[in-house]
């Protein structure tokens, strides 16, 4: 073990103590591939999923995963013919049995922090599925829910909007300008420092970069 390695385990360790006293249950892998197969444990045939837009759940193979299983059904706002469709799948997402997803941030006290734009994935976190299953790289670890709004503004999202062809400022320049646009997708800032139901909230640390 690297003496990275051992500093990611030993923070994920202290996270994790962190997180039970939210009423979160944590876990720590130490790769992607352990990660994925930890995440998708949490889901039995016979039962429904869906989630959030994530370059972790992409990089960590999760979504090709379920993409491929048979014995689920899943809930993928991609198979939507129209926005309508896409509306329908994003709607009944909220009811399943187990949703997916990455976080922007995580404080080393175990807080959650979000910044979404449509706000379905802040909303399936917040209420509805009955657990989600968040997947996030060390490097998403902060001291605090400052310094976690910051990451999100500065790190996370310019690489996003990119990536979605937004047309914002930050797209252009690659620096936050706290924008109005309308293509904005810094639209909802979550912070959740407490699950109210225990255990609702399952959080995989995972021993390496994933994700923006």
């Known amino acids: ?15 994790i103590k962190r997180l039970s006293a939210r009423q979160m249950e944590g876990f720590y892998c130490a790769t992607k591939e352990e990660a994925c197969e930890k995440a998708l444990s949490f889901l039995k045939e016979g039962e429904s999923a869906s989630f959030g837009g994530s370059m972790t759940l992409e990089e960590s193979g999760i979504l090709a995963v379920l993409r491929a299983r048979t014995d689920i059904t899943l809930l993928d706002r991609a198979t939507g013919k129209n926005p309508e469709e896409v509306a329908k799948i994003m709607h009944e997402a909220l009811s399943c049995d187990t949703y997916f997803m990455s976080t922007n941030a995580i404080t080393t006290e175990g807080e959650l922090v979000n910044i979404d734009g449509n706000g379905n994935r802040v909303a399936a976190l917040i209420y509805g599925p009955k657990q989600v299953v968040i997947v996030a790289g060390m490097n998403k670890i902060v001291s605090d829910v400052t310094s976690a709004v910051s990451r999100v503004r500065n790190s996370a999202t310019p690489p996003n909007c990119i990536r979605l062809n937004k047309n914002t400022p930050c797209a252009s320049t690659g620096v936050c300008a706290d924008c109005l646009s309308p293509d904005c997708i810094c639209n909802q800032i979550v912070v959740t420092r407490r699950s109210g139901n225990p255990d609702r909230i399952k959080v995989i640390l995972v021993g390496e970069e994933l994700g923006y």
Not at 1 to 15: G, H, L, N, R
């Open 1 to 15: 073990m690297t003496i990275k390695q051992q500093y990611y385990k030993t923070t994920a360790d202290t996270i």
